[in-house]
C-alpha cells in the first residue's frame, strides 16, 4: 500500500508525467516504502545513488549503472521485466515524452530533499575506459581486450565447447538438438559456403578468430589450412593450446594481427565472423578493402555481421558501448553491402540470420543462469550483473527485431569476372 509521503509515493507522483501514467513497475524504495501495481515487475532502490546516477545519466547507461552496481535491483526474471517496462514504453509510446520545464524543477527539487543530488558517482569498476583517437590500432586493441579478456575460462562457462561466440544456425526443433548442435551446423554452413570442401588443402583465412572455433574446424573437417588472427592475447594463447592438444600445429596457425596487418595473402577463401561491427564507420571501407586484397581471384568472401535499422542508433547502445562493446557500430544491412561491394567484392547471396541468434542467446543465458554461483566466484557480482544485462537484453533486441545478422558471401571475381560460385544455392547451403 502506497503512503502519502514516503519516499516510493513521491517518486510515483513525480514520475506520473514522464511515464504517462501508473508506474510500469511495483517500486521498492530505500526507506522499505513501495507503490506502484502489485501485479507488476519488482524494482527496488536499495539507495538514493541509484536516482543520483538516474539524474546524471538519464536512460538506459544510468539505469545501467545503477542495476550492475546493485544500487538498482529487480526482483525475479530480469527478461520478463525488461520486456514488459518495453512494451508499456511502446504502447505509452514514451519515446516522445518530453518532460515540462515545471516537472523537472519537482524533479530536482524531490530529488534533493532525498539526499540524491550531488556531483556524478564515479563510474562502475566494470565500465570500459579506452582512449586515443577513435578506431587507431592501439585503441582498437584496448576496447577488444576489454571485452574478450575479461576471462578465457569465464567464456567456457558460458559458451558451447567449440567456444563460438556467435549466432549458431539452428537446423532442428529437435529436443536432443542444442547449442553444440547448432554453432556445429553454423561452421559447416560457413565452411560450405566459401568452397573449403573443393579440395583439401585450401588456405583460408580466419579475420577475427576469437577462441578459434571456425580456424579449428576448418582445419579439422575441412582439411584446411588456416590462419586465424586476433588482437586478443587470451584467445590466441587459448586456440594455441587446443591447437597443440589436437596435434594441428602443422595445418593451423593463429596471429596477434589486425585485419590491416595481414600478410601472406592471398588465401583461397576468407572468412571474418561478428568483427565487422568493431571496425567502426570510417575504417569499414578499409576493412572491405582488405578482405577484397587477402582472397584470391574467384575466391570467396563470407561476413558475418550484426545489423540495425536505418534511423535507429548505430551502436550497441549506451550500455553495450560503454560496458562491453566500446565503439562498435552497425548499420542496414544494405548498407553494408553496399560498402563491401565498393572494395571490389561482388555480393552473391545475403542470408538473414536473425531469428537463430533468439535462440542462441537464449541457450547462453540459460547456461549462465544455471551456473550463477559459479560466474560470481569467478569474476564478482558487478560483473555478473553486467553479463546478465548484455544477454537478456541482446537477445530483447534481436527478437524484437532492433537488431538483425546477416551471413553475407561475396566473390572476388577474376579478370574475365569468373568466380567458383556453384550455379545453385542449394549446393552449399
Not at 134 to 158: C, G, P, Q, T
Request: one cysteine or more; aromatic letters at 8%.
Amino acid at each position: 500500500m502506497t503512503t502519502t509521503g514516503t519516499v516510493a509515493a513521491r517518486l510515483e507522483s513525480l514520475l506520473r508525467p514522464v511515464v504517462g501514467g501508473e508506474l510500469p513497475v511495483r517500486l521498492t524504495a530505500w526507506d522499505g516504502s513501495t507503490a506502484g501495481p502489485v501485479d507488476a515487475p519488482a524494482v527496488t532502490l536499495r539507495s538514493p545513488d541509484a536516482l543520483r546516477r538516474l539524474l546524471w545519466s538519464p536512460g538506459e547507461l544510468g539505469a545501467a549503472q545503477a542495476y550492475v552496481t546493485g544500487e538498482l535491483d529487480v526482483e525475479g526474471d530480469l527478461n520478463e521485466a525488461l520486456t514488459h517496462v518495453w512494451e508499456v514504453v511502446r504502447t505509452r509510446q514514451l519515446s516522445a515524452v518530453r518532460p515540462s520545464p515545471r516537472a523537472l524543477v519537482d524533479l530536482v527539487r524531490t530529488a534533493s530533499s532525498l539526499g540524491a543530488i550531488g556531483r556524478p558517482l564515479p563510474p562502475p569498476a566494470s565500465q570500459a575506459v579506452v582512449t586515443g583517437r577513435l578506431h587507431s590500432l592501439m585503441r582498437d586493441r584496448a576496447a577488444i581486450s576489454h571485452h574478450y579478456d575479461l576471462s578465457n575460462d569465464f567464456y567456457e562457462l558460458v559458451l558451447d565447447p567449440q567456444m563460438a561466440y556467435s549466432s549458431g544456425y539452428w537446423m532442428s526443433d529437435a529436443p536432443d538438438y542444442g547449442l553444440v548442435d547448432a554453432q556445429r551446423d553454423k561452421l559447416d554452413l560457413v565452411c560450405r559456403k566459401i568452397g573449403l570442401d573443393a579440395r583439401p588443402g585450401m588456405r583460408f583465412l580466419d579475420v577475427g578468430c576469437g577462441w578459434g572455433s571456425l580456424s579449428l574446424h576448418a582445419a579439422e573437417h575441412f582439411d584446411a589450412q588456416v590462419v586465424g588472427v586476433t588482437i586478443s592475447r587470451e584467445q590466441k594463447a587459448f586456440v594455441d593450446k587446443r591447437i597443440a592438444d589436437r596435434g594441428l600445429a602443422d595445418r593451423v596457425e593463429i596471429r596477434i594481427q589486425d585485419y590491416r596487418e595481414v600478410q601472406g595473402g592471398p588465401f583461397d577463401a576468407v572468412a571474418s565472423i561478428e568483427m565487422g561491427e568493431h571496425v567502426g564507420e570510417k575504417n569499414y571501407p578499409v576493412y572491405a578493402r582488405a578482405l577484397f586484397e587477402n582472397v584470391v581471384p574467384g575466391g570467396r568472401v563470407l561476413v558475418q555481421q550484426m545489423s540495425r535499422r536505418a534511423g535507429d542508433n548505430p551502436g550497441g547502445g549506451a550500455f553495450i558501448e560503454s560496458f562491453i562493446a566500446p565503439d562498435m557500430f552497425m548499420r542496414p544491412v544494405g548498407a553494408t553491402v553496399a560498402m563491401i561491394e565498393e572494395s571490389g567484392l561482388e555480393v552473391r547471396d545475403v542470408h538473414a540470420l536473425r531469428e537463430h541468434y533468439v535462440r542462441t542467446v537464449d541457450a547462453w543465458y540459460e547456461t549462465f543462469e544455471s551456473r550463477w554461483e559459479e560466474v560470481v566466484a569467478m569474476v564478482g557480482e558487478e560483473v555478473a550483473r553486467v553479463w546478465r544485462l548484455y544477454l537478456v537484453g541482446g537477445g530483447m533486441a534481436f527478437r524484437d527485431g532492433r537488431m538483425g545478422v546477416d551471413q553475407i558471401l561475396a566473390t572476388r571475381p577474376d579478370e574475365h569476372g569468373h568466380t567458383t560460385m556453384p550455379p545453385t544455392r542449394a549446393t552449399y547451403a
